[in-house]
């Protein structure tokens, strides 16, 4: 079974910043995508960001767009999530999670196409 442990998360205020980091255990870590997915209280679980087995491609959700930065460390079987200028509707567990099929160069934004996750963080941002 793929294991896959978030940390990194915490308290901020809005304007702030803080990297998230995804361990995925494996010995074939780049053969596939990784995506990033959040779920605040009442609400169901939404596409964040997400990054090819590679890195060679990324996207995006658009509230997040010019603020988070998803990147990866092969080597380390280590996936990141880099969010700056937090905002408060930012609050949510963040989770971590692998695609089900390897060795596409595409990136999915569909929740169907992650097979495996983690246990997640909570991120607060407070205004």
């Known amino acids: 079974q793929v294991q896959l442990v978030e940390s990194g998360g915490g308290l901020v205020q809005a304007g702030g910043s803080l990297r998230l980091s995804c361990a995925a255990s494996g010995s074939t870590f780049s053969s596939y995508g990784m995506g990033w997915f959040r779920q605040a209280p009442g609400k169901e679980r939404e596409f964040v960001a997400t990054i090819s087995g590679r890195g060679g491609n990324t996207d995006y959700a658009n509230s997040v767009k010019g603020r988070f930065t998803i990147s990866r460390d092969n080597a380390k079987n280590l996936v990141y999530l880099q969010m700056n200028s937090l905002k408060p509707e930012d609050t949510a567990v963040y989770y971590c999670?692998?695609?089900?099929?390897?060795?596409?160069?595409?990136?999915?934004?569909?929740?169907?196409?992650?097979?495996?996750w983690g246990q997640g963080t909570q991120v607060t941002v407070s205004s």
């Open positions: 999670a692998r695609r089900r099929l390897s060795g596409v160069f595409s990136v999915t934004s569909d929740i169907r196409d992650y097979a495996y």
